[in-house]
């Protein structure tokens, strides 16, 4: 990019080319959204003239961003999009927003009664009633809650364990891992001890604030930003770098933190990753040494989540799962599944997700996989309930691949 | 990461390349940043087991001797991206492939030698309609390989808008364009 080039993400880089228009998966199917290139940087100058020529239409954008990998001219189209909701945006969120968005304030509730509330969340005259009073789509299958969360089971069943390895890493395991799946974050657990590492929990963790963001709850993400970043400034100075399972809460971090919330992530971004990049990068250099279980098959179809499109980590994920001998890997074609977070659980969107989703669902069936590989949850309960094809994190297929102790024999160490 | 052949953009010429090189069983990814054919050739090429990183860009290339050896891109940071041979498709001034100063035009990514006029005022024609000169701009090639500092670089095959003489303001500009894509693939193959 040009160095004289001042303009706020870049938007005066914006060529009007109206390629990212032919990506958006939203205008496609809701003629109510202007499309990124109208909300994005054209709507920008508007804006900055007056606050008035803000449109409300800019919260049907779900934030894939899409645009900014199509763009040829590295406008950060979404972004500018976001930051306009959060600088003009005037209502305030409804009761089911902030619902939604309060993930680990409901977390901790729900997981506490979780065979009630999954009960409850099942039934649908349950579901009947929160589609007519609050607005959560009730063909929506909603997200199960688990009885004793990730923390919990690690404090109890692995902590003790960890001191024994040589090599700490702290584990981001977001919300996700924690209230509604700790199966991913055990597997996450049993992968990196068989690799002869120890992870650590980071006891200050918070939601990364990516759902507030999407909810207009700007200042309880910016609180939650600057504790995290404080956690991870932590573990970083004692040696541990910091990986995570989610591609949105890593994106949320890495991109999100200093361009939408203004939180400085610089001490702390080099020391972030994935943990696909992770593992490649250790597998890659010969540094971790996996065996391999005899017999393993599968045929798997990847699908890469639209944040990880945009952080341009897919390749780590493919290039790690094609190490696995016996899995067959087909690549999906790039299409957004349409749930992106919250916004596919509002009722005045739930037909546009689906739409949204159809090229993916449609190329599934084609592809007919023992199962689909994808790093993102929410990308999960979507494919789940639309498909009826299980939805498996790359950590849970190394877990069931890896000979999981001859992998931690052969990555002893030799001191 | 390794490859047969990288591919430095993924516009037209950048992405029949691609094609043609990957059905031919060469390994091939092609690094393009923004999407300027985004589906038909993404599939075809998808399709045939070719790696695609959308939405990256090439930052820089290490050498040895007269070889390009790798190139880092913005997204993965410290992983090079490793090939037997590439190809610099990265179009003319639209998709930065090219840049144009008050005095001079240069390839921005490797410092390739250029084909550019130092006249700046025979760079342009005020007449809107007529034939542009600074659009028949581009890198030099010998023998279809990119030169620096007047030397040969052995591996690095551009293709498309990027090269002196091929341009989108001639009538055949399409052909030109994949004709010189097509002429990379079959000296790539031959080696």
Redesign the interface.
């Known amino acids: 990019m040009q160095e004289t080039n001042i303009s706020a993400k870049n938007f005066e880089q914006c060529q009007k080319c109206s390629l990212c228009e032919t990506v958006c998966p939203v205008m496609a199917n809701n003629p109510k959204y202007a499309g990124p290139k109208r909300s994005g940087p054209d709507g920008e100058r508007y804006r900055l003239k007056n606050g008035i020529f803000f449109e409300d239409s800019l919260k049907y954008c779900l934030n894939c961003k899409r645009c900014e990998v199509a763009c040829p001219s590295g406008v950060r189209i979404a972004d500018l999009i976001q930051q306009a909701r959060i600088d003009y945006g005037r209502k305030a969120p409804k009761l089911r927003d902030v619902m939604l968005a309060s993930t680990d304030q409901v977390g901790p509730l729900a997981s506490a009664f979780a065979p009630l509330a999954n009960f409850g969340l099942g039934l649908s005259p349950v579901k009947g009633l929160m589609d007519l009073t609050i607005g959560v789509d009730k063909h929506r299958t909603l997200p199960k809650y688990a009885s004793e969360t990730f923390v919990h089971w690690f404090k109890k069943n692995a902590e003790a364990a960890q001191e024994a390895f040589g090599k700490q890493i702290s584990y981001f395991h977001g919300c996700y891992a924690n209230y509604n799946y700790p199966q991913l974050g055990k597997d996450f657990v049993a992968v990196m001890n068989a690799f002869g590492i120890g992870v650590q929990l980071m006891p200050e963790e918070r939601c990364c604030g990516v759902a507030k963001i999407a909810n207009g709850m700007i200042s309880a993400a910016v609180r939650d930003a600057k504790i995290n970043i404080g956690a991870f400034e932590k573990s970083v100075r004692e040696g541990r770098d910091v990986v995570t399972v989610s591609t949105t809460c890593t994106l949320t971090v890495l991109e999100e933190y200093p361009e939408l919330l203004k939180v400085d992530n610089s001490t702390v971004r080099d020391h972030v990753s994935l943990v696909e990049q992770y593992l490649y990068k250790g597998i890659a250099s010969g540094a971790l040494k996996p065996v391999w279980k005899e017999g393993y098959k599968a045929r798997a179809a990847y699908h890469c989540p639209c944040h990880q499109e945009r952080l341009g980590w897919g390749i780590f994920t493919t290039e790690l799962l094609k190490m696995i001998p016996g899995l067959e890997l087909v690549e999906l074609e790039s299409n957004c599944c349409g749930i992106a977070g919250t916004y596919g659980f509002k009722k005045e969107n739930y037909k546009v997700s689906q739409a949204i989703g159809k090229p993916l669902f449609d190329n599934i069936a084609a592809v007919a996989p023992d199962f689909v590989a994808c790093e993102c949850e929410t990308c999960k309960w979507q494919i789940e309930m639309s498909t009826g094809v299980p939805v498996k994190n790359p950590v849970s297929i190394l877990a069931e691949a890896l000979d999981l102790e001859k992998t931690a024999a052969a990555n002893l160490r030799e001191d | ?1 390794k490859f047969d052949v990288i591919i430095i953009g993924g516009g037209l010429a950048g992405m029949t390349a691609a094609t043609a090189l990957q059905e031919a069983g060469l390994r091939c990814a092609v690094v393009a ?4 054919l ?1 589906n038909a050739p ?2 075809g090429f ?1 399709a045939a087991g070719g ?1 695609l ?4 860009r090439v930052v820089s290339g290490r050498f040895d001797g007269d070889r390009l050896v790798a190139v880092r ?4 940071g410290d ?1 090079e991206l490793e090939a037997v041979n590439f190809v610099l498709a990265t179009g003319k001034y ?2 930065r492939g090219l840049v144009a100063d008050m005095d001079r035009v240069y390839e921005p990514l490797f410092g390739l030698d250029v084909e550019y006029d130092e006249d700046r005022s025979k760079w342009f024609d005020p007449s809107f309609a007529a034939p542009q000169k600074f659009l028949e701009f581009g890198v030099k090639s010998s023998d279809g390989r990119a030169v620096k500092d007047g030397a040969v670089i052995a591996n690095l095959y551009p293709a498309g808008e990027v090269l002196a003489g091929v341009s989108s303001s001639q009538g055949d500009a399409t052909e030109a364009i994949i004709e010189s894509a097509l002429a990379a693939v079959k000296a790539i193959r031959r080696n």
Do not use: C, I
């Not at chain 2, 990183?53 to 990256?56: E, H, K, N, V």
């Open positions: 990461m940043e923004g999407l300027s985004h993404r599939r998808s790696t990183l959308a939405g990256d891109t913005e997204r993965l992983v639209f998709s």
